[in-house]
T-cell receptor, first 112, second 113 residues
Framework: DAGVIQSPRHEVTEMGQEVTLRCKPISGHDYLFWYRQTMMRGLELLIYFNNNVPIDDSGMPEDRFSAKMPNASFSTLKIQPSEPRDSAVYFC??????????FGPGTRLTVL | AQSVTQPDIHITVSEGASLELRCNYSYGATPYLFWYVQSPGQGLQLLLKYFSGDTLVQGIKGFEAEFKRSQSSFNLRKPSVHWSDAAEYFCAVGTSGTYKYIFGTGTRLKVLA
């Protein structure tokens, strides 16, 4: 299995621009998670989906953040407009029922 | 509310020495417990997990961890560290019924040759 795939691996953008991060979960997994990792706050869960339906988005920091999962093999996390404080590494993870979460390699976002 | 504490931010050990990384959790019921490792620029890789049963669990790369309910701890151990073990290690607690993990702040391991 290819594992969780994320793209892009690195993204540099200017403040105010829209940013879209992409994730392909492991085939057959029915849970998908988006995390953000910063030095100050560590790993934070932003949102998770079950069978493509958002279950808990209480970690989404602001309305500027949105996430979708149009089908079982694809999810996006969008930031519009982006701000410098959004700079972080964003991870996607997937799991099968209540079992291990498998993480992707992450997207390093830099907002100038 | 549940929480996870990793009291050691940095640990340095010599290659070949034994290792113990500490993890304490706060949770009312029996938690699901995990240890992940993150190498620089990489995602998180699962080392081992505890759901129930034997409180001493074996993982990959020669790691093991012991669940001690009385101490609310889930410490990670390795008898002999290799230079390739240098990385950041995260303890996490999962809560029954919600699928949400709470991660500790991580312990960065440095290995001296």
């Amino acid at each position: 299995d290819a594992g969780v795939i994320q793209s892009p691996r690195h993204e540099v953008t200017e403040m105010g621009q829209e940013v879209t991060l992409r994730c392909k979960p492991i085939s057959g997994h029915d849970y998908l998670f988006w995390y953000r990792q910063t030095m100050m706050r560590g790993l934070e869960l932003l949102i998770y989906f079950n069978n493509n339906v958002p279950i808990d988005d209480s970690g989404m920091p602001e309305d500027r953040f949105s996430a979708k999962m149009p089908n079982a093999s694809f999810s996006t996390l969008k930031i519009q407009p982006s701000e410098p404080r959004d700079s972080a590494v964003y991870f996607c993870a997937s799991s099968l029922i209540m079992d291990t979460q498998y993480f992707g390699p992450g997207t390093r976002l830099t907002v100038l | 509310a549940q929480s996870v504490t990793q009291p050691d931010i940095h640990i340095t050990v010599s290659e070949g020495a034994s290792l113990e990384l500490r993890c304490n959790y706060s949770y009312g019921a029996t938690p699901y417990l995990f240890w992940y490792v993150q190498s620089p620029g990489q995602g998180l890789q699962l080392l081992l997990k505890y759901f129930s049963g034997d409180t001493l669990v074996q993982g990959i790369k020669g790691f093991e961890a012991e669940f001690k309910r009385s101490q609310s701890s889930f410490n990670l151990r390795k008898p002999s560290v290799h230079w390739s073990d240098a990385a950041e290690y995260f303890c996490a607690v999962g809560t029954s019924g919600t699928y949400k993990y709470i991660f500790g702040t991580g312990t960065r391991l440095k290995v001296l040759a």
